[in-house]
């Protein structure tokens, strides 16, 4: 009766299993699933797995730190795979769950011989630069965020590489840190680079949301947008496209990254041996907008 079950069904045959996915989703400024960014990559990954026949969990990360961590938490719960869409990449406990070869994904992060998918921050960057180079600009500050990611430190990297290529100095008040998607921090530290004594004539920011700082920061200076200082975000989310004017800003495909997370991590679990480890770095586009000035 070998190759059938109860005598009947040829086990090819059967019906699979449904693979079950664990979300590991804890986004730094707790905005949870009213993030404007992840949330978008959330979306199109559950709609994609489900698609797929896949059962999905969010992982209770005080449950996960009250045991022995993620992996025997994942273990336990029968989960087959993970997709790590947010998270605090250096923490022990997601180190650990890496470590110990369970089927995971990451988005916006790189772990070695773990697949990932990402934009290409190398390009965005350069392209936002050149973009405001050619509109005339040559005094240009960056607000980043935190400079614990993958993500940040790329794009650190590119202003500094792009800003050398064209020869033009970054005073280190220039490059300032601040928080993704915190709004007030922002508004704080624009504040203080319009307030140099030789102030930038454009600003790039960590992301689209801090720009809703930056504008306040501009009125309180009694500076009109773009006509007295230019801004540029990242990420394309729609809500900083329906402002006057748009913002300019690099689009990043969240759609296509949070369907290709899923396939790809659906192929890990089901087909290890035929799953690309490398990780898959998606184009990005630069929406002009209407926030830099020709100067």
Request: glycine residues 6%; hydrophobic residues 40%; charged residues 25%.
């Amino acid at each position: 009766m070998s190759g059938t079950t109860n005598g009947s069904i040829p086990e090819d045959q059967l019906p699979k299993s449904p693979v079950r996915l664990g979300i590991i989703y804890e986004e730094e400024s707790h905005r949870g699933l009213t993030h404007p960014f992840f949330v978008l990559i959330l979306d199109a990954f559950k709609r994609e797995a489900e698609a797929l026949g896949c059962e999905l969990t969010f992982i209770n990360n005080a449950v996960a730190d009250k045991s022995a961590g993620y992996a025997e938490y994942c273990r336990a719960g029968h989960l087959d795979g993970v997709c790590v869409i947010c998270a605090d990449f250096a923490a022990p406990r997601l180190q650990d769950l890496v470590a110990a070869g369970f089927p995971c994904l990451t988005v916006d992060h790189i772990f070695k011989h773990v697949p990932a998918v990402l934009s290409d921050n190398e390009t965005g960057m350069r392209k936002l630069i050149e973009y405001a180079i050619k509109k005339g600009h040559k005094r240009i500050a960056y607000v980043h965020g935190h400079n614990n990611s993958l993500v940040t430190r790329t794009r650190i990297k590119q202003f500094q590489n792009t800003m050398g290529y064209q020869g033009l100095p970054i005073p280190s008040e220039y490059l300032r840190e601040s928080e993704y998607n915190n709004i007030p921090m922002t508004r704080k530290i624009v504040r203080q680079l319009l307030e140099l004594p030789e102030r930038p004539t454009c600003i790039l920011l960590s992301d689209d949301m801090t720009y809703l700082g930056a504008q306040d920061a501009a009125r309180e200076c009694a500076l009109r947008i773009p006509e007295d200082i230019s801004f540029a975000g990242y990420d394309g989310i729609p809500i900083t496209q329906a402002l006057k004017p748009a913002l300019t800003t690099v689009r990043q495909d969240t759609e296509e990254m949070g369907r290709l997370a899923a396939r790809h991590l659906v192929r890990l679990v089901r087909d290890p041996s035929k799953a690309s480890r490398l990780p898959a770095i998606l184009p990005v586009e630069l929406i002009e907008g209407g926030t830099i000035a020709d100067i």
